[in-house]
Structure formats: structure tokens, C-alpha cells
């Protein structure tokens, strides 16, 4: 058991770094491949993580033993998933030139560039500054990137919800001057040539020690929760009356994460705790991020999260926390409360004269190959028609500020590249998402995002034989029980858990607002739909009206479904 009072190693790393300096500049003038141990927990602070690929480690190196093949992952923080067509272009570009000439749209609306080398790392950061975006905080333990609803609709209600997710973003950002002084600085005359940096060489939200975990936060609708804000340790979810916000229900202590060989791990969606108007929301945020600043666990990384700090002291006593940093008492929430998601695929009016399209990308991956040239697609989109681009939290892409005449013009780019219209894809797929994991991500234990497309195959099959083809429920897979994809609260939870196998949770909720339960462990990946196909059948037979598939396996429950998968066994 860790000692309680004994931080643990990367708090040290921490303590020691100078406000995240540590010895990066010395290894980026070095000639190895890779970066000092402590210099890896420091630089996901700055945006990007060390990895190695695993397909690779059998293979011999020059020595004639197998050696890792370094490099980096980047993550661009863009808040809301926002973006200009010369943004995207520029991420498509370097991932051209110096990654593996493919680009991940996140389940948190950025962007990653994978196997990048070390010695690229500085050109790759410098040209995602040079657009006006950023990689710093998009990973580490601070906040990470603000998430917002990406639908471009100009209603009152959506400009404010954006106004509040810059704000916040600039509100949480770190201060120091690490990150412009390593990346940004002009090497021949010393100055920083871009805009950036604090002046005061000091943090004063997070402190020297930063967070204890990483921090996430997002901001939605209760009619649409397409950015799953039950997820995250801290969540503003608008109250609107005569379509203006007038305020946000706050709610606290969420996030997907667990070890299976720890108990005390577990996943959690958050907790409602007040009622705060939009101008006070920043100091709320404030209050809460030093909340768990100065309480969460310190000495054991497996339960730092903010979900664990509530979980032991109460949210009582976390409100009563927070109102003594905010300073003042805070009002209890509202009856508002999600009650609607919306994956915005298709063809939406943005409310202002113009259009905006919902192009879905499966797993979030946009790569050229022979049949399907999703770069080249979007490359011309943006070079003839220069829309907005807005990432959504499923992993995909919406175009906007399209006019009426254009539609079939972006249509037919689109197909031209042999891709298909976000109308034309099952139910089951579009509703789908899976993790990076496997062959870059060092906590993968098996596949997700290179096996789903197969798996959803078989789903396809199976639900049109069945016809429940148009049924929407999340089917989502990760590599890992991390839980990157938030599988936890999906109707269908894969989640690896050996190579080849994963366990198998049900009756989470198309909502986000609740999760589901382990059904079966250590499932092999051909035998995920099989293993389903019965219990569809039993859906068909013993559903209530409108009743979703996860919404049936909650009410039923796993004795009864283990009983109607022996029965219909025969039948599917």
C-alpha cells in the first residue's frame, strides 16, 4: 500500500522541474532517439507522449537484439473542436511530412499526429503554433482540452456555451514559460517569435506540483450530450430559459478510468453539485481545480482522480470545499438534466442562411488508401470551399458554413474519393468508436481501433438478419480498461482485457448517464457478436415500446440475460 504521506515518483518529477523545464532542452540537443524517463512525464504536459511501436519489438536492431523504434505522439489541444480549413490542412500536412502520413480525430475533439521522431518533435510544434493552435495542456495533469457541443448553429445558446469553453480554456491554462522557451523560441537570436508565454514565472492555480491527475472538463446541452459530460471531473451543463443560458448545472467527479488488478480503481460519472450564472463560472472552476489540487491523492497515481477524492470525502464536503475557495455560497442545481444526445451526421441548418454537414469517420482515422482517400477528400473540401471544421467527441467531422448551392458540390467530393455520405452508413456504425491502442499505445493490452471495422461487419450481418438494423445504440471498444473510448457507459462496453479478449459490459445508456455492468469476461474478439446475436433476438421478443438495447439489458439484468442467451442460442 502507498504511503500517504510519500508522494509518488512523477510528483517528484514534478517538484524538481523547474515548472515543467526539467532537462528537455538537453535531451533535444542530444543524439539519441528517445527522452530521459522524467523528461516523458514532463513532456505530456507540453502536449506529447513518448510511445514505441509494438509491431515492431520482435524485430532485431544493428545489435542483433530486439530494440524499440521510438517516437512521439503530438496532440493538438483545439477547444470545442474547432477549426479552419488552413489548420486542418496544415495537421495533414505534417502528418505527410514527418508522422505516418495518418491524422486521429479524438474522442475528445483534438487531433493527434503519431510516429513522430524526436528529432522532428520541435518543427512539428512550431508548425501547429504557426496556425494559431497549440499543443500545450493537451495532455498532462492539468486541464486538458475543453470540450464543447461542435454544432456551428447560431443560436444564443450555442455562442454562449462556446464563449465559456475559450474562457475556460484561458483561464486553466498553465503560466509558465516552458513551453515557449523549448518550442517556440527563434534559435539564432533567443527570442520568441511567436505570441505566448506568462509573464510571472510561477502557476498560480495549479502551483509547482501542478495537479495530481489529469483534468477534464466539458460544457453541453441537456438536449444534446454529444460530448458525454458525465465523463468528466468537471462538467457545465447549460440551463437555458427563452433560449438565452442564464446559468449551468455543475457537475463534478467524473471519469472512465480503472486497473481490474485494483480494486480500489473504478470507473464513475460525475456528480451534480450547484448552480453557477456564466460569469461566474470560471471562478467556480478555479475553486474546484484547487480542490483537488490540495486534496487529491498525491502518493498513488491509480487514485488521483478527482472521481476518488469525492468518493471518499462525500459531495457534501466537496461543495463546502469548493464555496470556501469560491468564497462565497453556491446555489443548488436546477431540475435541468440531459435528456437528449446528437451526433450531428448530416445535412443541419446552422441558423444564419448556411449549412453545415456531418461527415462520419469511422474510429476517427483519416488515412489515403486505394479505395478510401479520406486526406485527399478533405484536402480538396478545404482548398475549393474552405469550410469551418469542427471535431465531434464520436470521432468525426463537421463541415460548416456551407451554402445552400454548394451541398451537392461537397457531396460529390465526398464520393469522388470513394468515400461514403454519412447517410449511407448502418446505425451500428455510425454509433460506434474505438481507441488508438495497438500498434502505438503503450498501455494497449490488445486491439481496438484495427479490429472494430470487422467487428461492425459482423453487427451489420446480424442486425439487418434480425431487423433491428436502424436501432441505435454505442457500441464501444478499447485496447485497455483506461477507457479512452468510454466504454463504460456505452449500451455495448468491449474492453480489453488479454490479447484477443475482452470483457464485455452492457446496459450503459445511449445518454452517458449511466453505466453498464460486466456481462462476460475475457470474451475472444471472435466470438463478441456471437455472443451478442442471442441476446438481440431476446431484445426483439421481451423490449418494451422504444426501449434501447441498453436500456433492457439494465432492466432485465444479467441472470435473466444469460437465460435467453441459452434459449435463443438455437435461434440465432
Known amino acids: 500500500m502507498a504511503d500517504e504521506n510519500k508522494p509518488n515518483p512523477v510528483e517528484i518529477i514534478k517538484s524538481e522541474s523547474s515548472l515543467l523545464r526539467g532537462t528537455i532542452a538537453e535531451d533535444l540537443a542530444g543524439d539519441s532517439t528517445q527522452f530521459a524517463k522524467p523528461n516523458t512525464q514532463l513532456l505530456k504536459f507540453h502536449g506529447t507522449y513518448q510511445q514505441d511501436d509494438r509491431d515492431s519489438r520482435s524485430k532485431k536492431g544493428p545489435s542483433g537484439k530486439s530494440e524499440k523504434q521510438f517516437s512521439m505522439m503530438t496532440r493538438t489541444r483545439i477547444p ?40 522532428d518533435l520541435k518543427t512539428a510544434i512550431r508548425r501547429i503554433n504557426e496556425v494559431q493552435l497549440s499543443t500545450l495542456a493537451a495532455c498532462g495533469d492539468v486541464n486538458r482540452n475543453v470540450m464543447c457541443c461542435p454544432a456551428p448553429l447560431a443560436d444564443a445558446t450555442h455562442v454562449e456555451m462556446r464563449r465559456l469553453t475559450d474562457a475556460l480554456k484561458d483561464h486553466l491554462a498553465p503560466r509558465s514559460k516552458a513551453y515557449y522557451e523549448l518550442w517556440l523560441r527563434d534559435e539564432e537570436t533567443g527570442e520568441e517569435t511567436l505570441v505566448g508565454g506568462g509573464k510571472p514565472e510561477e502557476e498560480p492555480i495549479y502551483g509547482p506540483t501542478y495537479l495530481p491527475r489529469k483534468f477534464k472538463i466539458a460544457v453541453a446541452l441537456p438536449e444534446d450530450n454529444c460530448v458525454d459530460i458525465y465523463t468528466n471531473d468537471l462538467g457545465f451543463l447549460a440551463v437555458v430559459r427563452d433560449g438565452q443560458v442564464i446559468g449551468y ?51 498513488d497515481r491509480k487514485t488521483a482522480r478527482m472521481k476518488y477524492l469525492i468518493a471518499d470525502r462525500g459531495i457534501e464536503w466537496f461543495r463546502a470545499e469548493v464555496e470556501k475557495y469560491y468564497g462565497g455560497p453556491l446555489q443548488d442545481c436546477t431540475d435541468d438534466d440531459v435528456y437528449g444526445f446528437d451526433d450531428h451526421m448530416g445535412w443541419f441548418e446552422q441558423g444564419d442562411g448556411l449549412f453545415f454537414y456531418g461527415l ?4 476517427g482515422r483519416l ?8 486526406k485527399s477528400a478533405l484536402r480538396e473540401i478545404c482548398a475549393e470551399m474552405n469550410p469551418g471544421v469542427h471535431l465531434t467527441a464520436h470521432q468525426s467531422i463537421l463541415l460548416t458554413n456551407i451554402r445552400a448551392e454548394d451541398k451537392q458540390k461537397l457531396e460529390s467530393i ?6 461514403p455520405l454519412s447517410e449511407e452508413i ?23 481501433e484495427r479490429v472494430l471495422p470487422s467487428v461492425m461487419d459482423q ?3 446480424e442486425l439487418s438478419r434480425l431487423g433491428l438494423d436502424s436501432e441505435a445504440f454505442t457500441v464501444r471498444m478499447t485496447g485497455c480498461p483506461n477507457g479512452c473510448a468510454r466504454p463504460y457507459n456505452a449500451d455495448i462496453g468491449l474492453v480489453g482485457k488479454a490479447k484477443g479478449k475482452y ?70
Open 367 to 374: 488515412y489515403d488508401s486505394e479505395d478510401r482517400r479520406w
Open 414 to 419: 465526398i464520393k469522388k474519393h470513394g468515400l
Open 80 to 119: 470545442g473542436g474547432r477549426l479552419t480549413a488552413e489548420q486542418l490542412i496544415a495537421h495533414l500536412d505534417l502528418c505527410d511530412q514527418l508522422g505516418n502520413a495518418t491524422l486521429k480525430c479524438t474522442t475528445r475533439q483534438a487531433i493527434q499526429l503519431h510516429c513522430i521522431l524526436k528529432k
Open 503 to 572: 470483457t464485455m459490459f452492457l446496459g450503459g445508456k445511449l445518454l452517458g448517464t449511466r453505466l453498464g455492468k460486466i456481462y462476460k469476461d475475457m470474451v475472444p474478439l471472435e466470438d463478441l457478436v456471437p455472443t451478442l446475436v442471442p441476446l438481440f433476438v431476446a431484445f426483439k421478443q421481451h423490449r418494451t415500446e422504444a426501449e434501447t438495447f441498453g436500456d433492457f439489458c439494465d432492466r432485465v439484468g444479467n441472470e435473466q440475460l444469460a437465460k435467453w442467451s441459452e434459449e435463443y442460442a438455437s435461434v440465432a
Open 459 to 461: 453487427f451489420e450481418v
Open 426 to 448: 448502418s446505425t451500428v456504425r455510425r454509433w460506434s468508436m474505438a481507441c488508438v491502442a495497438l500498434p502505438t499505445c503503450g498501455l494497449a493490452v490488445t486491439e481496438s
Open 249 to 299: 448545472n455543475v457537475l463534478v467527479g467524473g471519469g472512465l478510468g480503472t486497473t481490474p488488478s485494483a480494486k480500489k480503481t473504478f470507473p464513475a460519472l460525475a456528480k451534480r453539485m450547484a448552480f453557477v450564472t456564466p460569469d461566474k463560472a470560471c471562478a467556480v472552476a478555479e475553486a474546484v481545480v484547487k480542490v483537488q489540487r490540495d486534496h487529491g491523492n498525491r502518493s
Open 360 to 363: 462520419n469517420v469511422e474510429n
